[in-house]
C-alpha cells in the first residue's frame, strides 16, 4: 500500500511539473541579447514594423548600403526609405546564417504586407541576403540586399 502511494504522489509530482513553469521563461530575443543572424533579422523587421527608428539606426553601419531591384541606397536613404514602410506582418522563411569571424551573412526569403511609399509591397516573397558585423556598440549591418526568386 505504501509503495503504491508513493508511486501516485511521484506521479502527481511530475503531471504539476507539466502544468507549471519552474524555470523563468527565457527572455524574447532581441538585439540586447541576440546570440545569432537570426535573432538580429527579426529584430530589425519588428523595429520596422513597430517604428522604432532610433533603435533600427543604432545598428545600422554608417558605411550601410541596401541593393535591391530599384536601385542602390545608401544608409540616409534606406532609413528614409524605411520610414514610409508600414507593416502589417511579415513573416521570414527558409534562413540560413553563416558565422565567419565577427560577420554573419543571413539568408531568408521575406513575406510582407504592408505598403511602402503609399503603395503595396509586392506580394510574393523576396530573397534576402543582410551582412552583421559586431563591433565595439553591438551588432551592426554593413549590408542588406533584397531581389526577387528566381522563376521555376
Known amino acids: 500500500m505504501r509503495n503504491r502511494l508513493a508511486r501516485g504522489a511521484l506521479f502527481g ?8 513553469t519552474v524555470w523563468p521563461k527565457h ?3 532581441t538585439w540586447n541579447n541576440a546570440t545569432g543572424g537570426e535573432t538580429l533579422e527579426r529584430s530589425f523587421w519588428h523595429d520596422v514594423k513597430g517604428r522604432d527608428w532610433n533603435e533600427l539606426q543604432r545598428h545600422l553601419a554608417d558605411n550601410y548600403v541596401w541593393v535591391s531591384p530599384s536601385g542602390r541606397l ?12 508600414r507593416l502589417e506582418d511579415y513573416s521570414l522563411g527558409n534562413l540560413q546564417t553563416e558565422l565567419n569571424g565577427n560577420t554573419f551573412v ?3 526569403t521575406l513575406t510582407v504586407q504592408g505598403t511602402a511609399q503609399k503603395q503595396p509591397l509586392p506580394a510574393g516573397p523576396v530573397q534576402v541576403m543582410t551582412v552583421w558585423q ?3 556598440s553591438g551588432w551592426v549591418a554593413i549590408a542588406h540586399s533584397e531581389t526577387e526568386p528566381a522563376p521555376r
Open 74 to 85: 545608401d544608409r540616409a536613404a534606406a532609413l528614409e526609405y524605411l520610414q514610409t514602410v
Open 134 to 136: 559586431r563591433q565595439k
Open 13 to 20: 509530482f511530475f503531471i504539476c511539473l507539466t502544468g507549471c
Open 106 to 108: 543571413v539568408n531568408y
Open 27 to 29: 527572455a524574447v530575443a
